[in-house]
């Protein structure tokens, strides 16, 4: 076991392909959408930033990334399916060992969440005119100080449910929908000594990464998932006898 | 979704190689030990059972075999990696659809259950002469009926905390060994519409399967997860509102 | 550990003065909102009903009728006050002891359900024009057999998030409310060798028990909380040991 | 919800009775049970620590101790019923508002515990001459920081399943005793937005509070338990719509 001295080294990767595509999403994303996450907790004096991104070599996580990684935040949507088996393994890995994981958005389908989850992630939705009104149930949890009882989005995309994690260990948010659906949209898990965040807002033609209240709930998320621990993933030991066994 | 009629239609699958490579296993388990399961719970008026084994044409899961099963025993240890990934993706979506999964023992590290659970499976081992005790923490769960508050293997491999499994939605035994260890050994967690539990005795030298009250656990537990339901596993659709929505 | 056999025996206990006091509410229970639930309830062939009401002696829970009974079913209001703290505590010990408990809309302020959750109950209210849509968020549940993605009720009093409850073990139903509000309308918990169930719906001025759904929500729920098993409470036993002791 | 600041202000109850009456308790905790727990935690910069005992005017919790307390530690076993119901509503109260508590040892049957538990607290026991090792689950959370795979405790009061709690949110540590029994002997939940930490270890008669591995896990859960965080615990507030709602 090491302990990680601050500060916080958080790895923000997106697909980074929207952004280049589409020219609405370049308007709203121009350093692209792992570019404005980086901005914001950038500019927190405990933690330091890099990015990476889908068409870098080894998806911008190859070499020492993930070792020196605290706190992966991931943002993928259509292209899942072209992020390396390796190398979902690899960070997949780092989180048991104690990396933090906070999964955005359409990230519910990525897999390194849900190759954590063991379930599908699968969920309702619909682009249209919805606004989002997401609920506060734990007012005292770390990752929702600053927020009040609730926090609006204007126009966002709806997700709805059943969504297909497990129990959620801690569930903070739950959001109204104008269309008239509920979802999960803040969650925990434990897995191995890592940390997992899903956070439901963040479609890639609308400006919500801006919006100050999802910036303060990435960030107090970043703070919470980061443990400073870091354990060896997968020993199974054979181990010693530590009481007198019986003759054979 | 579909209400099926009972009986309950239970696969006992086992990799049926220690029994064919060792004559101690195979003196204790003539017919495989997915033969001794399979023989206890055939006598059950509301199973009806067949067996599967690594060796035959797509693990002996191939065709609608899983499609008609309700419930899924499970038994590896030595060839975990011969396991076709296509077969584990076929049976991880049959129990988010809802089909019962028993993994028992060495399956710690079977590929379909640390896919269910998103962790590493391990622990500690030790193949030796402890003695296991298996406590009943909830003498009114379904599994745990016709045991009382504990009961005794006299012989078992020792596997050790910590554990490398999500917090179980219910934590049914723990175990005491001799040589000073304690395990987690009966444990419950839903998946999608499935549900499964994992139990730990079992190893392939010792004649575990063949004691009443173990097969009173994993009789109890077929029935339990048996949920009589099959949902789509991922369907993700797009979805009308059901309330106005503004105008774009 | 006494096994008891079928029928299901129900008690169905209400509070019965909005009934008696407010016309509105005579005309749409005449037979009280105990009289209601114990009618649809009774219909079923494994289930047999009584009533019980504050205003009873013992608020009809004396004798033996907690030790005969296998689900307690509760709705209370206006007069959690006056239910003796002697009753609440013997209906307690005999939840703990496998009999099962639903507890109903304003019962989230009962004492028979604020001691087992050990939290305050609170959550946010409003008697309007709201519509509530529950979401199913597990179609594999027992409970939500025969209700399909979702229902309405058509005009419900409005309860929203926070909800000052533990988490739950099962999450079953979110709503959604017309005025903007989300909230965990269906939940259960497990305390000691008792299943509980709270369900959201209720309120005394609407029609909702004569609902077909929430009808066929209270009947599942009512057959899942039958354990069919009796344990003592509250033991702590002195105990021999089962191993060999040092010598002091 | 207001932000304090630190030093974490802890108050450390005991009984104090064992203490006063029997010599051998004298010998080991001369300043009583509390006293040696405040004497650790008082070494700590970032912990300030005040005492309170059972025969103390309102148990030594009165004026505004409760509102001036963060975390409160809590140890009694022989006068659980001379504990006022008004000063554990009190207690209680402050802990869903976001107080800290640390239940020790026998405590599992205090008032305050069993209250926020909603469960008996029922256990086995037996006071002989049983080793007790504690194996830690989980290595990366906060409260194991510093304790290895195991610890042990050379000589300890034997506690055995069934443990009459909830379960856990985070079960930490699984004891194993000489006798033959295991125990959950420490565990956390959320009640409110409380934190609640129970720990095993502690018979009066043993110096185990002397030991450095029970301190340092005790000191942990100080600074694990305190939230920084107080909201109300119990508001009810009727709510005005958010979204228009139909006519009446």
């Known amino acids: 076991m090491i302990n990680m001295s601050s500060p916080i080294r958080v790895t923000v990767w997106s697909e980074y392909r929207h952004e280049k595509n589409n020219p609405k999403v370049t308007g709203i994303y121009p350093e692209g959408i792992h570019g404005a996450i980086a901005g914001f907790l950038g500019k927190q004096a405990d933690i ?137 949209s803040g969650a925990t898990w434990n897995r191995g000594s890592g940390r997992i965040f899903y956070f439901r807002p963040g479609h890639e033609t609308l400006p919500t990464y801006h919006q100050a209240e999802v910036q303060t709930v990435i960030t107090n998320a970043v703070r919470w998932a980061h443990t400073g621990v870091r354990t060896e993933a997968d020993v199974c030991p054979k181990s010693e006898p530590l009481e007198p066994l019986p003759e054979a």
């Open 48 to 184: 330091t930033v890099r990015t990476a991104t889908l068409d870098e070599p080894d998806h911008g996580l190859g070499g020492s990334v993930l070792d020196e990684t605290d706190v992966l935040v991931w943002w993928g949507h259509m292209a899942h399916g072209e992020v390396s088996d390796e190398i979902v393994a690899k960070a997949k890995t780092r989180v048991l060992e104690g990396m933090g994981l906070i999964a955005l958005h359409s990230s519910h389908k990525a897999k390194i969440f849900t190759s954590l989850m063991g379930t599908s992630g699968s969920l309702k939705w619909r682009m249209s005119t919805d606004k989002e009104r997401l609920w506060n149930l734990m007012p005292s949890h770390p990752i929702t100080q600053g927020i009040g009882e609730y926090f609006e989005i204007a126009n966002e995309e709806m997700y709805g449910e059943p969504f297909g994690i497990p129990t959620p260990d801690e569930l903070l948010f739950i959001s109204w929908f104008t269309g008239g659906e509920v979802f999960r």
